[in-house]
């Protein structure tokens, strides 16, 4: 004889859960909920006892999701729980190594707000969701890609090479689910539609868009888009004797309201790093190397600001790291040999150094490893290395994630921390 014609109630680790024979009748009579039902779905009874709710001793996480399964007949995963914990540097585990599908080597990877990330590769930008799998691809019909960004889970904004004699190039905002073209960020000069060159982007939480820009006359220079929309709001044009238009690196400083454009060696034979207030357009703050004695040594490979100390780091080829201080006017480097960790014989064929800061972490990627520098005097407290794909040339941080792709054979790493045990 069947009891509790509709209700029944679990603890599950210690949580409770209550739904209906209704809802448990939707995985069928061979599944464990059938077993505990009669033929008319009435709940069975125990000899001698009056059970009222059921213990199961599993993840009540987990249960939650095949219970949420059951009742709307939909998978729903929550996107970051119960699969890797918040993001830590100095605990970080390589969890996957994914081979890429494109031919050639890999240009760019960046990393996505829900977990996912994007590889770029020549013209093609292949898309990964939290799961790691792949999205359908998004063709830019052989424009070389220069950058990609992600503005939320579902939209990506990818900048690409102009096509000489073709109105093609510039900057793109992308459906990541898709891969289809939603619209283009046009530059307008002199009440005139150009064809231009998309570098380094970047955006902020007004919903601007920026982009180093290199058009065939005067567009040179930093575009500002309202992302929404895609029209132009601004434009910073590159003074004479500094570098804007080909930026490799471009930093929204959301303390300051400006904008850090750093152009690099060896996309120039000098190095030019400004602060860009478009407030009043005007650069409230600049460095470059131009008359320096340079050396490898003291060749600048890549630039981060970091607003909490008020400086600039920039690293070089042996991954010494250097400051700069914002509060001067005019910067100049200070150097740091501390962080060196390779002396000697470069490897056959180097990658640049890359930065990143993350929740008070600096990261600097090292031909096959990425190293972690912590505490205010930023002491290398961790690296990471694998040994598979050759050295690392480029590297992203974002859904409690952190994505190398490597430069010798088309695969990128995924490092998570791991999630915390379940009481």
Same mark, same amino acid.
């Given at each position: 004889?069947?009891?509790?014609?509709?209700?029944?109630?679990?603890?599950?680790?210690?949580?409770?859960?209550?739904?209906?024979?209704?809802?448990?009748?939707?995985?069928?009579?061979?599944?464990?909920?059938?077993?505990?039902?009669?033929?008319?779905?009435?709940?069975?009874?125990?000899?001698?006892?009056?059970?009222?709710?059921?213990?199961?001793?599993?993840?009540?996480?987990?249960?939650?999701?095949?219970?949420?399964?059951?009742?709307?007949?939909?998978?729903?995963?929550?996107?970051?729980?119960?699969?890797?914990?918040?993001?830590?540097?100095?605990?970080?585990?390589?969890?996957?190594?994914?081979?890429?599908?494109?031919?050639?080597?890999?240009?760019?990877?960046?990393?996505?707000?829900?977990?996912?990330?994007?590889?770029?590769?020549?013209?093609?930008?292949?898309?990964?969701?939290?799961?790691?799998?792949?999205?359908?691809?998004?063709?830019?019909?052989?424009?070389?890609?220069?950058?990609?960004?992600?503005?939320?889970? #579902? +939209?990506? $904004?990818? &900048?690409?090479?102009?096509?000489?004699?073709?109105?093609?190039?510039?900057?793109? !905002? /992308? *459906? =990541?689910?898709?891969?289809?073209?939603?619209?283009?960020?046009?530059?307008?000069? #002199? +009440?005139? $539609?150009? &064809?231009?060159?998309?570098?380094?982007?970047?955006?902020?939480?007004?919903?601007? !868009? /920026? *982009? =180093?820009?290199?058009?065939?006359?005067?567009?040179?220079?930093?575009?500002?888009?309202?992302?929404?929309?895609?029209?132009?709001?601004?434009?910073?044009?590159?003074?004479?004797?500094?570098?804007?238009?080909?930026?490799?690196?471009?930093?929204?400083?959301?303390?300051?309201?400006?904008?850090?454009?750093?152009?690099?060696?060896?996309?120039?034979?000098?190095?030019?790093?400004?602060?860009?207030?478009?407030?009043?357009?005007?650069?409230?703050?600049?460095?470059?190397?131009?008359?320096?004695?340079?050396?490898?040594?003291?060749?600048?490979?890549?630039?981060?600001?970091?607003?909490?100390?008020?400086?600039?780091?920039?690293?070089?080829?042996?991954?010494?790291?250097?400051?700069?201080?914002?509060?001067?006017?005019?910067?100049?480097?200070?150097?740091?040999?501390?962080?060196?960790?390779?002396?000697?014989?470069?490897?056959?064929?180097?990658?640049?150094?890359?930065?990143?800061?993350?929740?008070?972490?600096?990261?600097?990627?090292?031909?096959?490893?990425?190293?972690?520098?912590?505490?205010?005097?930023?002491?290398?407290?961790?690296?990471?290395?694998?040994?598979?794909?050759?050295?690392?040339?480029?590297?992203?941080?974002?859904?409690?994630?952190?994505?190398?792709?490597?430069?010798?054979?088309?695969?990128?790493?995924?490092?998570?921390?791991?999630?915390?045990?379940?009481?």
């Amino acid at each position: 004889m069947g009891v509790q014609k509709d209700r029944v109630r679990f603890n599950v680790g210690g949580r409770v859960f209550e739904t209906t024979a209704t809802t448990l009748a939707n995985a069928g009579r061979n599944s464990l909920f059938g077993a505990m039902f009669d033929e008319n779905w009435d709940l069975r009874s125990n000899a001698g006892t009056m059970t009222t709710e059921h213990f199961i001793d599993r993840n009540p996480d987990c249960f939650a999701v095949l219970l949420d399964l059951l009742r709307t007949g939909s998978f729903t995963f929550p996107q970051m729980a119960a699969k890797w914990g918040p993001f830590d540097g100095n605990m970080l585990r390589l969890a996957r190594s994914v081979r890429g599908l494109a031919p050639g080597d890999g240009t760019a990877i960046r990393a996505g707000p829900d977990g996912g990330c994007c590889v770029a590769h020549g013209s093609m930008v292949h898309v990964y969701d939290w799961m790691l799998e792949e999205h359908p691809p998004i063709s830019l019909d052989y424009q070389r890609v220069n950058d990609a960004i992600w503005v939320n889970s #579902e +939209n990506i $904004v990818i &900048s690409a090479c102009e096509r000489l004699g073709r109105d093609e190039g510039g900057i793109g !905002l /992308f *459906s =990541s689910l898709t891969g289809e073209l939603r619209y283009k960020f046009r530059v307008t000069h #002199e +009440n005139q $539609v150009k &064809s231009y060159t998309g570098g380094a982007l970047s955006f902020n939480s007004h919903y601007k !868009l /920026f *982009s =180093s820009c290199k058009g065939r006359s005067n567009e040179y220079g930093i575009g500002v888009w309202d992302q929404v929309t895609g029209k132009q709001v601004d434009f910073f044009y590159e003074p004479a004797e500094w570098s804007l238009g080909e930026a490799d690196k471009l930093q929204w400083l959301h303390g300051t309201n400006c904008l850090l454009v750093a152009t690099l060696f060896p996309r120039k034979d000098n190095c030019y790093i400004s602060l860009l207030d478009f407030r009043d357009k005007s650069m409230v703050w600049l460095w470059s190397d131009i008359g320096a004695p340079l050396t490898d040594e003291r060749r600048v490979r890549d630039a981060i600001a970091m607003e909490e100390t008020h400086s600039v780091c920039v690293v070089n080829e042996y991954e010494d790291l250097g400051f700069m201080d914002l509060r001067r006017s005019v910067g100049s480097v200070r150097w740091s040999s501390r962080s060196r960790l390779m002396k000697g014989k470069m490897v056959d064929e180097p990658c640049y150094p890359k930065l990143a800061l993350h929740e008070g972490q600096l990261f600097s990627s090292m031909n096959d490893s990425i190293s972690v520098f912590s505490g205010p005097d930023w002491v290398l407290t961790s690296r990471l290395r694998n040994s598979y794909g050759g050295s690392i040339c480029d590297f992203s941080i974002g859904g409690d994630r952190l994505f190398s792709l490597h430069s010798e054979e088309n695969v990128f790493d995924v490092w998570e921390t791991r999630p915390p045990p379940i009481m």
